[in-house]
T-cell receptor, first 117, second 114 residues
Framework: SAVISQKPSRDICQRGTSLTIQCQVD?????MFWYRQQPGQSLTLIAT?????????ESGFVIDKFPISRPNLTFSTLTVSNMSPEDSSIYLC??????????????FGPGTRLTVL | ELKVEQNPLFLSMQEGKNYTIYCNYS?????LYWYRQDPGKSLESLFV?????AVKQEGRLMASLDTKARLSTLHITAAVHDLSATYFC??????????????FGKGTKLSVIP
């Protein structure tokens, strides 16, 4: 499995500001994903971060609110823009390691706990 | 749209008892995953189930998959306190475009009481 780190691990932000979350993997991966987990809730996929092209967003999520970058096969960023208290969540990146695996198993980073005041 | 339902959402059980968590999903899938999440932590992969009739066991946990019924179960045998956590099932669509995208159930918060 891949070792995944996220920065920051947690932050408290003011309404109207933006925060960029970084996801770093210790090995090259084919796919990287960003999920949101609202307090006490399940995980919802925000987008798939595509290397060298624009991210693919799920219904209900837009690029202006959640711009994503993926400059290479080991790194991605998610920005939460113009934050409101409703954006308070845990944001997790996950990865699918390089190489064929029938399971297509994903591994999750430690998450970034965001509180918006 | 793929929907995943877990039940129960909350489970309080005594140490030493057995119980089963159920995961139903709405459309055809060939991959089902079980994850564990401890409070304030990320998700830990427990099981990957790839075919009808698949059964996997690790310690006191056993997971199975019935693709015809679109049902997976996570069975807990002789529960111990260390198993207290939230358990999520997640389903991926049938292999093909978008087949990496996981849809999660709401999770089952398990509390094991001495």
């Amino acid at each position: 499995s891949a070792v995944i780190s996220q920065k920051p691990s947690r932050d408290i932000c003011q309404r109207g500001t933006s925060l960029t979350i970084q996801c770093q993997v210790d090995s090259q991966v084919t796919m990287m994903f960003w999920y949101r987990q609202q307090p006490g809730q399940s995980l919802t996929l925000i987008a798939t971060a595509n290397q060298g092209s624009e991210a693919t967003y799920e219904s209900g999520f837009v690029i202006d609110k959640f711009p994503i970058s993926r400059p290479n096969l080991t790194f991605s960023t998610l920005t939460v823009s113009n934050m409101s208290p409703e954006d308070s969540s845990i944001y997790l990146c996950s990865v699918k390691p390089l190489g064929f695996r029938p399971s297509n198993e994903q591994f999750f980073g430690p998450g970034t706990r965001l509180t918006v005041l | 749209e793929l929907k995943v339902e877990q039940n129960p959402l909350f489970l309080s059980m005594q140490e030493g008892k057995n119980y089963t968590i159920y995961c139903n999903y709405s459309t055809t899938s060939d991959r089902l995953y079980w994850y564990r999440q401890d409070p304030g932590k990320s998700l830990e992969s427990l099981f990957v189930l790839l075919s009808n009739g698949a059964v996997k066991q690790e310690g006191r946990l056993m997971a199975s998959l019935d693709t015809k019924a679109r049902l997976s179960t996570l069975h807990i045998t002789a529960a111990v306190h260390d198993l207290s956590a939230t358990y999520f099932c997640a389903v991926a669509p049938i292999s093909g475009a978008g087949s990496y995208q996981l849809t999660f159930g709401k999770g089952t918060k398990l509390s094991v009481i001495p």
